[in-house]
């Protein structure tokens, strides 16, 4: 099927309160068009120079998501258009976010990336970590970045209950997080879910997903 049949079928299974991020990674600017084309306007990389080059080439209605490992040395150069950053894991990292939104006079949203898989590759704060963070007494401070929610990504496995339970530990989460709300912690969103799980993400929760293969075909690296 074509990039555009990719995409209709997909959403035909997605809830409505569901975000589609399309992740084009590594994929040409042709390809991004034709989904563009298609009637999607979120698109998710993991580079963010790339992604920057993609802002610069295509049209500017694209939300723009950072859904990679995030280096710090290099927000200064989305900041002045990225939509969401997915895989924050510091207050270091907030705090430079909060620093090139102020360059920016802008409020950035971000989502703090939760370690739910027992793989040891993934990034990502433990619960008891982002809690400390939330509790944080200067986390008030970063008037220019909005926490909205959490990020995490399962265990790459064919077991479906491990899926399930690790998707389920971050929807419980969100919920008992609510508690330390404020100006800058808002939490709506929880991005889980890629295209081998995304079905069971939304049903444990999830109001973002983040889908690249089943739309765009087999990535290939260089």
């Given at each position: 099927?074509?990039?555009?049949?990719?995409?209709?079928?997909?959403?035909?299974?997605?809830?409505?309160?569901?975000?589609?991020?399309?992740?084009?990674?590594?994929?040409p600017?042709?390809?991004?068009?034709?989904?563009?084309?298609?009637?999607?306007?979120v698109?998710?990389?993991?580079?963010?120079?790339?992604?920057a080059?993609?802002y610069?080439?295509?049209?500017?209605?694209i939300?723009?998501?950072?859904?990679?490992?995030?280096?710090?040395?290099?927000?200064?150069?989305m900041a002045?258009?990225?939509?969401?950053?997915?895989?924050?894991?510091?207050?270091?990292?907030?705090?430079?976010i909060?620093?090139?939104?102020?360059?920016?006079?802008?409020?950035?949203?971000?989502?703090?990336?939760?370690k739910?898989?027992?793989?040891?590759?993934?990034?990502?704060?433990?619960?008891?970590?982002?809690?400390?963070?939330?509790?944080?007494?200067?986390?008030?401070?970063?008037?220019?970045?909005?926490?909205?929610?959490?990020?995490?990504?399962?265990?790459f496995?064919?077991?479906?209950?491990?899926?399930?339970?690790?998707?389920?530990?971050l929807?419980?989460?969100?919920?008992?997080?609510?508690?330390?709300?404020?100006?800058?912690?808002n939490?709506?969103?929880?991005?889980?879910?890629?295209s081998?799980?995304?079905?069971i993400a939304?049903?444990?929760?999830?109001?973002?997903?983040?889908?690249?293969s089943?739309?765009?075909g087999t990535?290939?690296?260089?």
């Open positions: 099927m074509s990039i555009a049949e990719n995409l209709q079928h997909i959403k035909k299974l997605l809830p409505k309160e569901v975000t589609l991020i399309a992740v084009s990674k590594t994929k600017e042709s390809d991004i068009l034709e989904a563009y084309n298609a009637g999607q306007r698109f998710g990389e993991n580079k963010i120079q790339e992604m080059e993609k610069e080439a295509l049209p500017k209605d939300q723009w998501h950072m859904i990679g490992h995030l280096q710090s040395n290099k927000v200064k150069y002045s258009f990225v939509s969401l950053i997915h895989g924050v894991d510091s207050f270091k990292k907030l705090e430079e909060n620093k090139q939104a102020i360059k920016n006079n802008r409020v950035i949203d971000c989502l703090l990336q939760i739910i898989a027992s793989e040891d590759t993934k990034f990502g704060l433990s619960t008891t970590e982002a809690t400390q963070l939330l509790a944080y007494e200067n986390l008030k401070n970063l008037n220019n970045i909005c926490i909205k929610g959490f990020m995490g990504m399962a265990t496995t064919d077991d479906e209950t491990i899926i399930k339970n690790e998707f389920r530990i929807k419980n989460y969100l919920n008992s997080s609510k508690k330390y709300k404020t100006t800058n912690f939490p709506t969103i929880l991005s889980m879910g890629m081998g799980d995304y079905e939304i049903e444990e929760g999830s109001t973002m997903v983040r889908i690249g089943s739309i765009f990535r290939n690296y260089n």
